[in-house]
């Protein structure tokens, strides 16, 4: 023991040391380092923010000015005016985003969850190599390629424009499958389980009680990842459906911002990249606060 | 054999007897372990098995969208090792991404998740390092093409011109030497996503208790406390994290396109999945570009298979 003691003395005036000096002890310095890396890497979000505010004649310069010098909510009536000219009101664009976005996104932790709970926990599972291998090879195929072939499956199902060609092939998550069961495999005991089975509870019920509490920062990170995928994606809508009715906020704003009259509306671009980001800054910083919670409320530990 | 009932399963008919037996009895083992599996199962099954599936058969055609298949064998496999010349470069700029990017990304998405994690201000602090993952394309698309722009306006050229370095605009996105180091640069910013995230919520799962105990047994520092309690505790989400970044880094597309081109002069940012795009989007020869898909499926693979050995989630701990 007495070694063992000895020798990180030695370190501690070196690496340990700053490392000490970087976290907990003293965050000042930690926060020294951190905030111009976050600043740097959050210059997009600032950009997207700022160009949303600017003037006409601040959005036509070049190079343009990062940040905006006279604020103005010109674009936002712009982007209003520009909406009024779809075919369908924006407001069914809106509601299929949100419609499909929420839908696919619960379905999907709800369904990658319970797959990972066996593949996981179940004491003996004939196939779970054989499962789960598959999976890990689906997250290594191109996801550029698999699309043709999936419209041939789409298509083949009648599922074109109907909001199933937009939710169903999503549900199949391989990545989000894969990450819970990561999760489940270390951050519930396995003796925690064996004990409620032990006790006669339901396998459902132990999935809901106790394995769902356990892996919150999973699916709440799932959550994130699924809301900001989903929100953003204009492939689907693009290919798997016909009608503009059917059509999501992302395929409407390609429509506003790659139309013939474009250049013209440079402000009602940067107003929508604007509304499109809003979203996902929003989920993000509420499940992401849930993530952080979470440790208090999931303490029980083997 | 006298009370005997015909039960439907999702295996087909099956007879259920006082005492279950074969079939029955597996299925009272197992059976709720495959109804929670089915639903996903059926899903991937559908929408991803079968595409797959398809696309590997396609990859020994001849498709070009308009007409139907037709079978060539491994023409497409002969052309794309002896004859595609764009490929090998293709193979050689992607390796020399992912060798760089694949490990430096995942080694800062650690670092700066473990940082962050004590802190107060964490969730603010982890919006601005996940910022570039949101706002990818418009980031990628406006913000990166002003700062590297080649003429003397660049955000970057200007500041070089400003304080004396150069004499003339650099060409950052034109010239050969410059663009995949510009590439692997953006990228290595773009990659506190997935990892980054992951690793953050993994490290919240580490029982706070477990420092303690570990004080107690002699740990004195903090370097200490990673090697010995942090880094096998979220083990899982480490290989997680190492397959996304094997996965990123061999698929990389849309930054190298968005930034040099498709494509791009000399062919010096191009990639694999960016020769595969070439083919099944813009030449419509879905047949040799899903060939290269099944290419890049077995070396990601394969790599993958050497993580999970690596990273193999037994608990010995």
Not at chain 1, 190 to 204: K, S, T, Y
Not at chain 2, 115 to 130: D, E, G, M, R, S
Request: hydrophobic fraction near 55%; charged fraction near 10%.
């Amino acid at each position: 023991m007495a070694v063992l003691v000895q020798r990180p003395q030695t370190v501690d005036f070196s690496v340990s040391k700053v490392l000490r000096f970087l976290r907990k002890q003293t965050p000042a310095p930690s926060y020294l380092f951190l905030i111009p890396m976050a600043v740097f890497s959050m210059l997009p979000i600032v950009y997207v923010i700022s160009t949303a505010f600017k003037p006409l004649e601040e959005l036509l310069l070049f190079p343009p000015p990062f940040l905006v010098r006279r604020p103005t909510l010109d674009n936002f009536q712009d982007l209003l005016l520009a909406t009024n000219a779809l075919a369908v009101p924006f407001t069914r664009y809106l509601f299929n985003s949100i419609f499909v976005v929420l839908t696919t996104v619960l379905l999907q932790v709800m369904m990658c969850s319970m797959c990972a709970y066996p593949l996981s926990k179940a004491r003996v599972l004939p196939g779970r190599n054989f499962i789960f291998g598959m999976i890990v090879a689906a997250l290594m195929f191109a996801p550029q390629v698999t699309r043709i072939p999936q419209y041939l499956v789409v298509q083949k199902i009648g599922l074109i424009d109907t909001y199933g060609a937009l939710i169903l092939p999503a549900l199949a998550w391989s990545y989000g499958l894969f990450m819970m069961k990561q999760f489940m495999d270390n951050a519930v005991p396995n003796e925690l389980i064996e004990a409620a089975r032990v006790d006669g509870a339901h396998e459902w019920t132990i999935f809901w009680k106790i394995v769902m509490p356990n892996v919150a920062p999973a699916w709440n990170t799932l959550l994130i990842f699924g809301f900001i995928q989903l929100w953003n994606d204009s492939f689907s809508p693009l290919v798997f459906t016909r009608s503009e009715a059917m059509k999501t906020v992302s395929v409407a704003m390609i429509s506003l911002t790659n139309g013939p009259a474009a250049i013209a509306r440079q402000g009602a671009q940067a107003a929508a990249a604007f509304l499109m980001t809003a979203p996902t800054i929003t989920v993000f910083l509420l499940r992401q606060a849930k993530v952080i919670q979470t440790m208090a409320h999931s303490g029980i530990k083997s | 054999m006298a009370v005997r009932t015909e039960v439907m399963t999702s295996r087909g008919m099956v007879s259920t007897a006082a005492r279950p037996e074969g079939l029955a009895l597996f299925w009272q083992k197992f059976g709720t372990s495959y109804l929670f599996m089915a639903p996903f199962l059926i899903f991937f099954a559908v929408f991803v098995v079968a595409p797959v599936l398809t696309a590997v058969y396609l990859s020994f055609t001849y498709f070009n969208v308009l007409e139907a298949p037709r079978f060539i064998g491994w023409s497409n496999y002969k052309l794309l090792f002896l004859e595609d010349d764009v490929f090998i470069i293709a193979i050689a700029n992607t390796l020399t991404f992912a060798i760089i990017t694949g490990p430096v990304g995942f080694f800062l998405s650690f670092m700066f998740a473990w940082l962050i994690n004590p802190l107060k201000l964490k969730t603010p602090l982890a919006l601005c390092f996940y910022a570039p993952s949101i706002t990818g394309a418009v980031a990628m698309g406006v913000v990166w093409k002003i700062v590297f722009s080649g003429d003397r306006y660049g955000y970057l050229n200007n500041w070089l011109l400003g304080i004396g370095v150069i004499d003339e605009p650099y060409q950052f996105l034109a010239e050969q030497a410059a663009i995949m180091p510009v590439i692997m640069f953006v990228a290595l910013w773009m990659s506190m996503g997935t990892g980054f995230l992951v690793f953050l919520a993994g490290l919240q799962t580490v029982p706070s208790d477990l420092y303690e105990a570990g004080k107690m047994d002699g740990i004195k520092n903090p370097l200490q406390e990673v090697w010995y309690i942090t880094l096998p505790m979220i083990k899982p989400q480490l290989l997680f994290g190492s397959v996304m970044a094997v996965v990123a880094g061999f698929s990389v597309f849309e930054v190298a396109t968005s930034l040099a081109g498709l494509p791009s002069p000399l062919y010096a940012g191009h990639t694999i999945v960016a020769h595969m795009y070439d083919f099944a989007f813009i030449r419509f020869e879905m047949g040799y570009a899903t060939t290269v898909a099944v290419f890049l499926f077995l070396l990601t693979f394969g790599l993958g298979r050497l993580l999970m050995r690596m990273f193999s989630s037994k608990n010995e701990y």
